[in-house]
């Protein structure tokens, strides 16, 4: 009983996983991904890809913000200083992701390489 309870319980939790649970993407992937739709022009509009990187990214812009706020509450050091606006439109975040040397930017996930972005943009 105990055992199907259990696979039971694991079940739902799998499908009732939430959105951010999904694994971040490479920022190297990210930004090709983003080049090339950039390449196809309107056509970008179509493409899969573009959902999939608008979320990744918004998820990401989402958790350091989050994360930026909580540290501004506790009165630790930041990392970075955004104006009072949203931070990091499309354009910024790539020429900022085109700006980290390519072997940093294949170490690294969506959520890291905007944190760099940020830092590097937004210094206090």
């Given at each position: 009983?105990?055992?199907?309870l259990l696979v039971v319980t694991l079940l739902i939790a799998g499908f009732a996983?939430?959105?951010?649970?999904?694994?971040?993407?490479?920022?190297?992937?990210?930004?090709?991904?983003?080049?090339?739709?950039?390449?196809?022009?309107?056509?970008?509009?179509?493409?899969?890809?573009?959902?999939?990187?608008?979320?990744?990214?918004?998820?990401?812009?989402?958790?350091?913000?989050?994360?930026?706020?909580?540290?501004?509450?506790?009165?630790?050091?930041?990392?970075?200083?955004?104006?009072?606006?949203?931070?990091?439109?499309p354009q910024e975040l790539l020429d900022g992701l085109h700006r980290i040397p390519?072997?940093?930017?294949?170490?690294?996930?969506?959520?890291?390489?905007?944190?760099?972005?940020?830092?590097?943009?937004?210094?206090?």
């Open positions: 009983m105990r055992r199907h996983a939430p959105a951010w649970a999904a694994p971040r993407m490479n920022a190297a992937i990210f930004l090709a991904k983003a080049d090339s739709l950039r390449r196809r022009g309107p056509l970008a509009l179509f493409s899969s890809d573009l959902k999939v990187l608008q979320a990744q990214a918004e998820t990401a812009g989402d958790e350091l913000k989050a994360e930026h706020d909580a540290a501004k509450r506790a009165g630790r050091p930041l990392t970075y200083c955004p104006p009072n606006r949203k931070i990091l439109g390519a072997p940093e930017l294949a170490r690294l996930d969506i959520k890291q390489a905007m944190h760099v972005v940020l830092v590097r943009n937004y210094p206090c």
